[in-house]
């Protein structure tokens, strides 16, 4: 490789993706670029899903490469999802190569709507998703995904997750009548999650996704303790009462070794459908001012919209009945900041880690 193609790699590795403050190469992607006949061939191998950065990366690829006074190919984009780190003496799980634990320290600021739309906004992005619904007491997902019926179980042990827009999953709700209460104690409630988890027969999964019920009670210390977890999101809204509970949720994470992503800050602000005047129902920067005394990133902020409530009711989520929408764009954004700062996590290098999309 000359000298000034050499030079397309470094220039390459310094582009901050669109919408964080992390550049390609923080994420540890792979960059190549090979001269023949006076034409490049770029390829970039990230660790996250990127179908919708290549139009953007084209652009700036072949911006690099003209610099050097030659003309690009083609590009080749791929993304190589491998498995990270978990807890210490904790094994990961055969098929599924990341758990992403989605927890807030009280109820009511829309983790499961969230944990849903995030869902399925890497499976937009190309990834191979599921959804646990670790919500004993109170399963919300198979509504929020339309679901219905009871999965097949086809050895009478283990059972098949069901699907809903491009997505795997489980919840308790399935298994039960949907008006019949959890009594339950805790090691009961823990026990059904990890038969759960573990008796239901999950693809070759690159995230599932683990909507975790409000607080930091028995479910939430066994899935730190016992359970796989590659990070941690923690849902909160700008509200000064939920960012006291939401650090509640940061500091048992912390304290059980799971490495929180970082915060979503739900309902930060609602635009009127009518006049489309801007306001903070619940307050403005409680998410910022948590994420910077902790230390850890604001992965998004999500909006306060009728319309996700209603999608989410009807059992289609916005970011699949409304995918061009600004909320839809808002959970792609947050989803693609999540899966970045998993990609900066350690590796676990096993024979099953890697998936190639």
């Known amino acids: 490789m000359s000298e000034s193609l050499q030079a397309v790699v470094p220039v390459l590795a310094a582009l901050r993706l669109p ?85 807030s320290g009280k109820g009511g600021v829309g983790k499961s709507t969230t944990a849903v739309n995030l869902a399925l906004a890497l499976a937009a992005e190309g990834a191979r998703v599921g959804v646990l619904d670790a919500d004993i007491y109170g399963p919300s997902i198979p509504t929020m995904l339309g679901l219905s019926g009871r999965p097949d179980s086809p050895d009478g042990k283990s059972i098949e997750p069901m699907r809903a827009h491009g997505v795997e999953a489980m919840s308790i709700g399935l298994l039960v009548e949907q008006d019949t209460p959890m009594i339950w104690r805790g090691p009961m409630a823990t026990s059904a999650l990890t038969q759960l988890l573990n008796e239901t027969r999950w693809g070759e999964l690159d995230y599932l996704i683990v909507d975790l019920p409000p607080g930091t009670g028995d479910i939430q210390l066994t899935l730190a303790q016992k359970i796989p977890v590659a990070g941690a999101v923690i849902v909160t809204t700008p509200q000064d009462v939920a960012t006291l509970d939401a650090r509640k949720a940061l500091k048992m994470f912390e304290k059980v070794q799971v490495p929180v992503l970082g915060l979503v800050e739900n309902m930060a602000v609602h635009v009127c459908s009518n006049c489309g005047h801007a306001e903070h129902v619940f307050g403005e920067g409680g998410g910022q001012r948590m994420a910077a005394q902790y230390g850890v990133p604001l992965l998004g902020s999500l909006p306060l919209e009728i319309a996700i409530r209603e999608q989410g009711d009807a059992g289609v989520p916005v970011v699949a009945a409304a995918p061009d929408s600004a909320a839809a764009q808002a959970y792609r954004i947050t989803a693609r900041r999540i899966a970045v700062e998993l990609a900066r996590r350690p590796q676990v290098a096993t024979p099953l880690s890697v998936s190639l999309l």
């Open 19 to 103: 919408d964080t403050e992390v550049t390609l190469g923080d994420t540890g992607a792979r960059i190549r670029a090979v001269e023949a006949e006076g034409r490049v061939v770029v390829e970039i191998v990230t660790g996250f899903p990127n179908q919708a950065l290549r139009p953007w990366l084209e652009g700036e690829v072949a911006a690099a490469v003209a610099a050097t006074g030659r003309q690009l190919a083609r590009l080749e984009l791929h993304a190589r999802i491998v498995s990270h780190a978990v807890q210490p003496n904790v094994t990961p799980m055969p098929s599924v190569r990341n758990l992403i634990a989605i927890g």
